[in-house]
């Protein structure tokens, strides 16, 4: 996951950064930093948390410039630490560079080896910190020049936001794995992961950053160049839809709250349930089940009531409270599922840890059945581009059938979205469906024991 953000040419440029990383909090909560340049240096602040824990009026004072970039980080291996969080920010021979990115290379690991025999030194065990090796040894001359001849060996997932003294640079990398959208609020240029960023901060939204483009922005406006030497298939990532992107958002020219209300349509169409009621797992899950109660013309209900104050950390009981997690996060409507036959929509499943403990608080609070309804197709490979997926031996889906699955949830039935239905629903086929399918559009080393950033972080 992950939500990088860019500002050139605003007189309070840290201030509508730290705007902009609130707008995609959802994108990581793990830390948050901004890195602003005043024309002469950078100057950076990053810290573990919320973007509100991280940075107050006194730190966004100590962030001069009309220009910055911003991260938001969610961590899919590796430590939690602040030496992971990003953007990163360096002086080299080349000078000043800040460096944020969403993504995962999957080339990292002979990166990092080849750089450390090299001579390079990690501080951190990010894949990034790669890319800014490469620059500072390039034999490159300016700054753009580094930028180029260290785009040209990375692989992999990358939306990358590059600042120096001086200049903005985007990149999105050939496939167009993870988001990335341009936009303008009076003379400045913005740059963010998903456009619910400009939204908040009254920008308007101009465009998508293309897959393979790099967009370099100066005091002398804006220039598009295209730095790979080949054009590839358009793969961005279907996830976004179905769970990472915000519902007000806009990938790939889709919005998704609509996009994921025809996931729910679809779902109904294909794996109907005779039943009483439609409830979602939320807050991701609601989308969907308004298209299920839609289509199949039963009542939709909130029969679940999540707690939007749960922190960081909790105190669980020391006595045993079965789903304390699940309860603690979700809480059933008793009144409305007491008797009822349950049709409960949610967005993926994974382990199936979770929807076990889901479905045993349903019915622990009446429900008659439960049918379960997941409005993704059974998740069976690991994401090797920057997702949050476990080993496919931690999979369910892998090494089980759909009944299966059921029995150890415990569900009265249980259906997934077929994969034709996914792409109908979010429109066409110009998107990577690797963990649902197996096809992996950049291959990926074999010795990665089944996870390529078992040892490297994703950013």
């Known amino acids: 996951m992950c939500g990088i953000f860019g500002i050139i040419g605003h007189a309070e440029a840290s201030n509508l950064a730290y705007l902009g990383l609130h707008a995609l909090q959802h994108r990581g909560q793990e830390s948050a930093g901004i890195v602003s340049s005043d024309g002469a240096r950078l100057h950076a602040h990053r810290g573990m948390g ?8 006194t730190v966004l004072s100590r962030l001069p410039g009309d220009a910055a ?44 080896s080849s750089l450390e025999a ?21 034999r490159a001359g300016a700054p753009l020049d580094r930028i180029r001849d260290a785009l040209l060996r990375l692989e992999g997932a990358f939306s990358l936001l590059f600042s120096t003294p001086d200049m903005l640079v985007a990149v999105r990398d050939p496939h167009g794995f993870r988001p990335l959208a341009l936009g303008r609020i009076g003379n ?94 939320p807050d991701s899950g609601v989308p969907a089940a308004i298209g299920f109660a839609e289509r199949s013309g039963l009542p939709f209900e909130m029969g679940m009531i999540r ?41 993926s499943l994974v382990r199936g840890t979770t929807s076990r403990k889901i479905i045993k608080t349903i019915r622990d609070a009446g429900a008659r059945e439960i049918h379960l ?31 299966e699955i059921a029995k150890y949830i415990t569900a009265d039935s249980l259906a997934f979205l077929s994969n034709e239905g996914l792409h109908r629903a979010v429109g066409g086929n110009a998107h990577c469906d690797a963990c649902f399918s197996g096809n992996y559009p950049v291959p ?3 010795s990665a024991d089944d996870r390529v950033h078992l040892r490297l972080v994703a950013n």
């Open 188 to 281: 400045a240029l913005v740059v963010a992961s998903e456009p619910v960023a400009f939204d908040l901060i009254g920008a308007e939204t101009l465009r998508e950053v293309d897959p393979g483009e790099m967009v370099v922005i100066d005091r002398a406006g804006l220039r598009s160049e295209r730095p790979f030497p080949q054009s590839l298939p358009r793969r961005s990532c279907i996830f976004e839809h179905v769970y990472f992107a915000r519902p007000d958002s806009v990938i790939d020219g889709v919005g998704v709250y609509e996009a994921r209300k025809n996931l729910g349509r679809i779902l109904a169409e294909e794996s109907p349930a005779d039943a009483d009621i439609v409830l979602p797992v």
């Open 50 to 57: 919320l973007v509100h824990d991280v940075f107050d009026e």
């Open 444 to 446: 990926f080393p074999e």
């Open 69 to 112: 970039i911003g991260h938001v980080r969610y961590s899919t291996a590796g430590q939690s630490i602040l030496e992971n969080a990003q953007p990163f920010s360096v002086s080299y021979g080349g000078g000043w560079l800040g460096i944020a990115h969403n993504g995962n290379l999957t080339n990292a690991i002979e990166l990092r």
């Open 307 to 347: 707690s939007h104050y749960i922190g960081r950390t909790f105190i669980e009981p020391r006595q045993s409270i079965r789903h304390f997690g699940v309860r603690l996060k979700l809480a059933p409507v008793r009144a409305l599922v007491r008797g009822k036959r349950v049709v409960v929509v949610d967005d």
């Open 118 to 138: 090299a001579g390079s030194i990690f501080q951190s065990s990010s894949d990034t910190e790669a890319i800014v090796h490469l620059i500072a040894r390039s």
């Open 373 to 403: 309804r997941i409005s993704s197709p059974p998740t069976r490979f690991p994401c090797f581009y920057g997702i949050d997926t476990p080993s496919r031996r931690e999979l369910i889906a892998s090494s089980h059938t759909v009944d």
